[in-house]
């Protein structure tokens, strides 16, 4: 199911074929993208709630990678992966039950890329422009270091890879 799905399934309406075609570089239009905070739907985490579900929310056990301190029982990568993406869930789920958020895609997140903020942050937003996105939590094509929780990936936002995906969440105000 594709987003606009969801979308006109909740009474809203998108039409992507009014969008262009998708940039292969710089795109002053896409870039200048916004999204509505307040309104019920769907929409590519913060990567803030990105890594507090991937992190296991507040049932976190502390784990190195999504799930399990043991790599393979919880992703698909570098070194079991076979160079390609999986059907989701055929690894084990962390302890929200989510799968996949380490390894498979790299996902993309909603924010343009900052240095993290030196003080503690509680679900902190990053700038509403730049020049870079986010992905996280390692690919198929990944080493074990780089599927880490922790490791973010600093992307130009027309960046198109087999290994880069994106999960949708949805706020309900």
């Not at 996949?100 to 902190?124: A, F, H, I, L, R």
Request: aromatic residues 16%.
């Amino acid at each position: 199911m594709f987003t606009e799905d969801l979308s006109d399934l909740d009474g809203g309406s998108t039409n992507p074929e009014s969008w262009g075609a998708v940039p292969t570089s710089a795109n002053a239009t896409w870039n200048a993208v916004t999204c509505n905070w307040s309104a019920n739907g769907y929409q590519l985490p913060i990567e803030a709630e990105w890594e507090f579900a991937a992190r296991g929310g507040k049932m976190s056990q502390g784990y190195k990678y999504s799930g399990s301190n043991d790599l393979g029982s919880v992703a698909w990568y570098g070194d079991n992966s076979g160079n390609k993406t999986h059907v989701v869930g055929t690894k084990s789920a962390n302890e929200l039950g989510v799968y996949d958020m380490t390894g498979n895609v790299s996902e993309w997140c909603w924010d343009w890329y900052s240095e993290y903020s030196s003080s503690p942050q509680d679900n902190p937003t990053w700038p509403n422009k730049g020049s870079y996105r986010l992905l996280r939590g390692g690919s198929w094509y990944d080493g074990a270091t780089y599927c880490r929780v922790s490791v973010r990936y600093v992307v130009n936002p027309y960046y198109s890879y087999s290994d880069y995906g994106f999960r949708l969440c949805r706020a309900i105000n």
